[in-house]
């Protein structure tokens, strides 16, 4: 994996914008918040917010992962999405191009995590010690020594799609950290935050955003 961070230059993509929520569609390959150092300060909090000035974090994606994330536009609304991302109250589906047949074509799993300390911020599997994660996934379709999944997380941990994917001997393809060889050999990480559903911060009516998988 390349250490040299060249996020992509692209405009800012709003998927929805209203007086306590704002929803964009994250590029692959820009970090969600500012990594340390002066070569780590461009991301996507720091875009919003020179577009969105009271605009405040609410969660986070991996780096090389695009998709759909939401920010908060008045501390009232921070507070109010933190709590339903802290209590699971939001629903979060991903989609996965992944190596191989993943058959069954639904179930779930459920392997706890931890961070991999000498190798971090890699992480791995831990029965003794390991944080709670499940992830149920759906098969969309098979195509040529691969599998397109949805990929509905049921708890937050960090890398947890993937180190979940790996586990069951499919790791997705284009990811830096799990996957090697041919299964590597792609332009970006085959994971995008495809549907958010959450309860809206003013009066508490359910709603479903969307983002298309640009792969």
């Not at 996934?137 to 960090?158: A, C, I, K, N």
């Not at 947890?160 to 994917?165: E, G, I, K, S, Y």
């Amino acid at each position: 994996m390349s250490d040299a961070y060249t996020p992509p230059d692209t405009p800012l993509s709003v998927i929805h914008e209203d007086h306590e929520l704002l929803l964009v569609d994250k590029p692959s390959g820009l970090l969600s918040v500012p990594g340390r150092g002066e070569h780590l300060a461009d991301c996507l909090l720091t875009r919003v917010q020179a577009a969105f000035p009271t605009a405040l974090l609410v969660h986070r994606l991996d780096r090389d992962t695009s998709g759909i994330m939401v920010f908060a536009l008045t501390p009232h609304a921070q507070r109010h999405l933190g709590l339903q991302f802290e209590h699971r109250r939001t629903k979060k589906t991903y989609v996965a191009r992944v190596a191989g047949r993943l058959e069954p074509k639904t179930g779930t799993v459920d392997l706890p995590l931890i961070v991999d300390w000498p190798n971090r911020p890699r992480q791995m599997v831990d029965h003794e010690n390991g944080k709670p994660a499940q992830t149920d996934w759906r098969v969309q379709r098979y195509g040529e020594d691969e599998t397109r999944v949805r990929l509905m997380p049921r708890t937050g941990r960090s890398h947890q799609l993937r180190v979940h994917m790996l586990a069951l001997g499919h790791p997705i393809l284009g990811d830096p950290f799990y996957a090697s060889g041919a299964v590597l050999d792609h332009p970006r990480l085959m994971l995008h935050s495809e549907e958010l559903r959450l309860l809206h911060p003013d009066g508490g009516k359910g709603m479903t955003f969307k983002a298309k998988a640009p792969f």
